[in-house]
């Protein structure tokens, strides 16, 4: 399995002969240029989509388009865009779970907010969540964009994931001794990559307050386009 940043909360997990890509932001990153776009979503089978902030969600409808992919997603969303947008989409909720071939998808609870801005105003977008990906004999938890919560206690004993996508940046999200404070207490991570910091001086720029409360994790910061081989 591999695992790539694509900046900010964005991920490519290449895994099982698929390639998820969660919450991509192209337009406008800070941290990826226009000339790593194509890279970045080359064979791209799913878009898995957390919560709609512009920052999530700028590029999920083009993006679904162009590659002619299904938006992976809270049921509720989903079924509005398949209706209005003429997107294939696969929306399941919760507790639930799918298969993409040989990867199972389980959406948990995250702690955050799910609105998107329309010409009178904001309006809901579903609710927001995280993902427990499992592949290849590995369990991937991709918190999305979270503060620390209770539901990490049983996220943590059901599904026992061996790593940890956890956002991290601070102001809108867990900072890093948030971070730090959940993976030791809810986890038994054996990797940990941080996301959601480093896009702009608003959040965190380094790991290094997590990299220091888990000495006997693995805490890898990511670099944009440089895989994770997990």
Same mark, same amino acid.
């Given at each position: 399995?591999?695992?790539?940043?694509? =900046?900010?909360?964005?991920?490519?997990?290449?895994?099982? @002969?698929? !390639?998820? $890509?969660? #919450?991509?932001?192209?337009?406008?990153? /800070?941290?990826?240029?226009?000339?790593?776009?194509?890279?970045?979503?080359?064979?791209?089978?799913?878009?898995?989509?957390?919560?709609?902030?512009?920052?999530?969600?700028?590029?999920?409808?083009?993006?679904?388009?162009?590659?002619?992919?299904?938006?992976?997603?809270?049921?509720?969303?989903?079924?509005?865009?398949?209706?209005?947008? =003429?997107?294939?989409?696969?929306?399941?909720?919760?507790? @639930?779970? !799918?298969? $993409?071939? #040989?990867?199972?998808?389980?959406?948990? /609870?995250?702690?955050?907010?799910?609105?998107?801005?329309?010409?009178?105003?904001?309006?809901?977008?579903?609710?927001?969540?995280?993902?427990?990906?499992?592949?290849?004999?590995?369990?991937?938890?991709?918190?999305?964009?979270?503060?620390?919560?209770?539901?990490?206690?049983?996220?943590?004993?059901?599904?026992?994931?061996?790593?940890?996508?956890?956002?991290?940046?601070?102001?809108?999200?867990?900072?890093?001794?948030?971070?730090?404070?959940?993976?030791?207490?809810?986890?038994?991570?054996?990797?940990?990559?941080?996301?959601?910091?480093?896009?702009?001086?608003?959040?965190?720029?380094?790991?290094?307050?997590?990299?220091?409360?888990?000495?006997?994790?693995?805490?890898?910061?990511?670099?944009?386009?440089?895989?994770?081989?997990?």
């Amino acid at each position: 399995m591999n695992i790539i940043w694509l =900046g900010h909360g964005s991920f490519r997990i290449e895994t099982a @002969g698929q !390639v998820l $890509l969660i #919450d991509p932001w192209l337009t406008g990153n /800070p941290m990826l240029s226009a000339d790593q776009h194509a890279e970045a979503i080359t064979g791209a089978t799913h878009i898995l989509l957390t919560h709609t902030h512009f920052d999530h969600v700028a590029d999920v409808l083009g993006l679904a388009r162009q590659l002619n992919v299904p938006v992976v997603g809270q049921y509720d969303l989903m079924g509005y865009w398949a209706e209005k947008e =003429g997107i294939d989409t696969i929306g399941f909720n919760k507790g @639930g779970s !799918v298969d $993409l071939g #040989d990867v199972a998808v389980s959406m948990v /609870p995250a702690s955050h907010s799910s609105t998107f801005q329309m010409d009178d105003g904001l309006r809901t977008g579903g609710s927001e969540v995280g993902f427990v990906i499992q592949s290849e004999g590995k369990t991937v938890y991709v918190s999305g964009d979270t503060g620390i919560m209770a539901d990490m206690d049983w996220i943590g004993d059901f599904y026992k994931p061996d790593v940890g996508i956890l956002s991290a940046g601070g102001h809108f999200t867990m900072d890093m001794k948030g971070a730090a404070y959940a993976a030791k207490r809810y986890f038994n991570f054996k990797t940990v990559i941080p996301c959601h910091y480093r896009t702009f001086p608003l959040l965190e720029q380094n790991a290094e307050v997590l990299k220091d409360s888990l000495p006997n994790v693995s805490v890898i910061e990511p670099e944009v386009l440089v895989a994770i081989k997990v």
